[in-house]
C-alpha cells in the first residue's frame, strides 16, 4: 500500500512539475469577454512578462513562460508553501501580498491612482484580477473595471477620473474575497 501510495504521489508531482522543479499553471480569463492589458476584439490576452502570484501558504512569483501574447498562457515558478493541494493566485504580481485560504481572501491588492495609459490598451497594474483552484488550471475574474474613451484633441497629455462622492474611492489598496 505504501508503494502504491509513494507512485501516485509521485505521478501527480511529475504531471505538477517541469524538469528544473518550476510548477507550471496554466492560465485563462473567465466568462470573456473580460478586460486585460491587450484586448484582441473582446478577447483578453497574456502579454509575455506578466507575472502572477500563486499563494500555496506562502506568496509565490510565477513568470508568463509564453513568448507572444495569447489568450491562454502558462506560468511557471516554485512554490515554497507547505504542498497545498489548492492555491489562490493574483495578477499582477506583488511581494507584499497577503492571503487567508480559510477566509479565501487576498490582501493588499493595489490600484494605483495614476495609471499610464497604453494605446489600444490601458496599464497593465490596473488590471487586477484573481483565481482559485484545486488543481492547475488558473480561471482568472478581474475584479475592476475598464473605461475606454478615444481622445479627439491634439495636445491632450493627461485625463482625470473623479468618484461620485467624497467618501467615493477609485485607487488605493483594497483586498479581495472569492
Known amino acids: 500500500t505504501l508503494a502504491a501510495l509513494a507512485g501516485l504521489v509521485s505521478c501527480v508531482e511529475d504531471r505538477l512539475s517541469i524538469s528544473d522543479g518550476r510548477t507550471v499553471f496554466s492560465a485563462v480569463?473567465?466568462?470573456a469577454p473580460q478586460t486585460?492589458?491587450?484586448?484582441?476584439?473582446l478577447t483578453p490576452m497574456w502579454m509575455p512578462g506578466d507575472k502572477i502570484s500563486v499563494y500555496d501558504g506562502k506568496n509565490n512569483e510565477f513568470l508568463?513562460?509564453?513568448a507572444s501574447v495569447s489568450a491562454k498562457t502558462s506560468f511557471a515558478g516554485i512554490l515554497t508553501g507547505k504542498g497545498r493541494k489548492h492555491y489562490l493566485a493574483a495578477y499582477p504580481y506583488?511581494?507584499?501580498?497577503t492571503f487567508s485560504f480559510m477566509g479565501m481572501t487576498i490582501y493588499s491588492l493595489y490600484m494605483p491612482e495614476t495609471q499610464n495609459a497604453e494605446v489600444g490598451s490601458y496599464d497593465p497594474s490596473a488590471a487586477i484580477a484573481v483565481a482559485y483552484t484545486e488543481n492547475t488550471d488558473l480561471y482568472f475574474r478581474n475584479i475592476s473595471s475598464l473605461?475606454?474613451?478615444?481622445?479627439?484633441?491634439d495636445g491632450v497629455t493627461s485625463v482625470t477620473v473623479m468618484p461620485?462622492?467624497?467618501?467615493?474611492?477609485l485607487?488605493?489598496?483594497?483586498?479581495?474575497?472569492?
Not at 486585460?36 to 476584439?41: E, K, Q, W
Not at 473605461?147 to 484633441?153: G, L, P, R, V, W
Not at 461620485?164 to 474611492?169: K, L, V, Y
Open 36 to 41: 486585460r492589458t491587450v484586448l484582441d476584439g
Open 94 to 97: 506583488r511581494d507584499t501580498l
Open 147 to 153: 473605461i475606454k474613451f478615444k481622445i479627439i484633441s
Open 164 to 169: 461620485n462622492g467624497e467618501t467615493d474611492i
Open 64 to 66: 508568463n513562460t509564453g
Open 171 to 178: 485607487a488605493g489598496e483594497l483586498n479581495v474575497t472569492l
Open 29 to 31: 480569463y473567465s466568462d
